[in-house]
């Protein structure tokens, strides 16, 4: 059964079903952020199970083909060498299901912080959409609209 999967499971394979899995969570957010499914199956800790079993798939089936992880830390060493990581398909997708994760967390933080201040949902739209596909530039255009509605300048909460 495990072989099944693992022909079934490609690494292209779940590229695409990262990029679909994650939209209907992000359709949700951006119109439906105040609704019961967006608090208990986005905003909560559901999508992110899903993230981590996906992660730890793609570690199981890197560590079944000699990936290695050694080489990752290598990322810290320079632009070069995070560009040769890169180059390696079994880096370059779980760095993407990280990207994915990461930025659908911030999504569902700027969604739940938006509705403890009331904000609309017409005002955090755009920054939810910026935060889809560049996060710290979405969470930036979202804290400089929070300013006003918090009606105070504070770099932490």
Do not use: W
């Given at each position: 059964m495990i072989e099944q999967i693992n022909n079934f499971f490609t690494v292209p394979m779940i590229y695409l079903w990262l990029n679909l899995g994650v939209l209907p969570f992000w359709i949700v957010l951006l119109f439906f952020p105040s609704s019961g499914v967006s608090k208990y199956m986005v905003r909560s800790i559901f999508p992110f199970m899903i993230f981590s079993f996906v992660y730890a798939y793609l570690l199981y089936y890197f560590f079944?083909?000699?990936?290695?992880?050694?080489?990752?830390?290598?990322?810290?060493?320079g632009l070069e060498q995070l560009s040769g990581l890169f180059s390696k398909t079994g880096f370059l997708i779980m760095f993407w299901c990280h990207f994915l994760a990461i930025n659908l967390f911030c999504g569902a933080w700027i969604v739940s912080d938006s509705l403890k201040f009331s904000m609309s949902k017409f005002l955090v739209f755009f920054p939810l959409l910026i935060t889809y596909?560049?996060?710290p530039i979405g969470l930036f255009i979202y804290w400089l609209i929070r300013i006003f509605f918090a009606k105070k300048l504070s770099l932490y909460d």
């Open positions: 079944l083909t000699e990936f290695d992880f050694k080489n990752n830390f290598n990322l810290y060493l596909f560049i996060g």
